[in-house]
């Protein structure tokens, strides 16, 4: 064996070893809490945390399901779906204006200048100015409250990724369009939409990720329990269960599903989003 291919080798061992050890670190995690999910609360302390159930219970459920779990599940959806959908929407038709017109337009390489300065703003420093525009238009605990600042801080990176996917088609396909006599409505639905889809879904997963596990803008601005979302009312089981550890692994399993299914549902496009963002 030569001396390039035995320090190929070598190297390959170290990044298997390496990757074996990632592996075990991401789902080790998860292990515990589904096993956990599965135990009485007696039966937790009572034996290693890392065993599995000897006596696997659903009770934890029940009790999570039974805790006004609905009402914070249906609230999620709401404003997970309601922030999602108009911000990709309105990302979507600003990355095609500032890639279609700001070669030519002043006002619009403005506007991406402050769509990119809006990257640089983090929720944490914003969040009381948001919250005094919130009491001012009477929102305060309601569902509308988390769902307009959600769109706003989901619209800028939306936008920069967005642009990169629509400034990598060819021009002559937007020239070809506008010959054959499309609008620049027909053009965006027609040529732009097909061929970024993969990065919409990248991007309305990549939001619909972030807003659902939002818990700063839930806690800030709602105040009432039946305002409350997902990762708060997990916050609240902890509260109410006290020690009850088991139960609210359990909330948060529940709470994971959704996820799941939506990376389930939109998986392929997912992949073909990112990896196209990585060969740009």
């Known amino acids: 064996m030569s001396t390039r291919a035995a320090a190929g080798w070598r190297f390959n061992v170290l990044g298997g070893a390496a990757g074996w050890l990632w592996l075990v670190i991401g789902v080790v995690p998860i292990y515990w809490i589904v096993i956990t999910s599965l135990k009485s609360r007696s039966t937790y302390y009572a034996q290693n945390p890392l065993a599995p159930p000897t006596d696997p219970t659903l009770e934890n459920y029940r009790s999570v399901i039974e805790s006004d779990f609905a009402r914070y599940f249906l609230n999620s959806v709401v404003v997970t779906a309601g922030a999602v959908v108009p911000a990709v929407a309105v990302s979507f038709m600003a990355a095609y204006a500032v890639v279609r017109g700001s070669a030519g337009s002043r006002f619009l390489r403005s506007v991406n200048v402050l769509f990119l300065m809006g990257l640089a703003i983090p929720l944490q420093a914003t969040i009381i100015p948001v919250y005094l525009i919130i009491i001012r238009l009477h929102l305060y605990d309601t569902l509308l409250a988390i769902i307009l600042p959600s769109i706003a801080f989901a619209v800028p990176l939306s936008v920069l990724v967005l642009a990169n996917f629509i400034r990598d088609v060819p021009r002559e396909l937007f020239e070809s369009m506008r010959m054959d006599g499309a609008t620049e409505w027909g053009t965006l639905w027609h040529l732009a939409f097909p061929l970024t889809r993969p990065a919409l879904v990248t991007v309305s997963i990549y939001n619909g990720l972030t807003i659902w596990n939002g818990f700063l803008l839930p806690l800030i601005l709602t105040q009432s ?22 139960a609210v692994l359990a909330s948060v399993v529940l709470a994971t599903l959704p996820i799941l299914a939506l990376y389930a549902l939109g998986r392929r496009q997912l992949l073909s989003g990112l990896t196209l963002g990585l060969g740009k």
């Open 225 to 246: 329990p039946e305002q409350r979302t997902m990762p708060l009312a997990l916050w609240t089981f902890q509260g109410e269960y006290g020690v009850n550890v088991p």
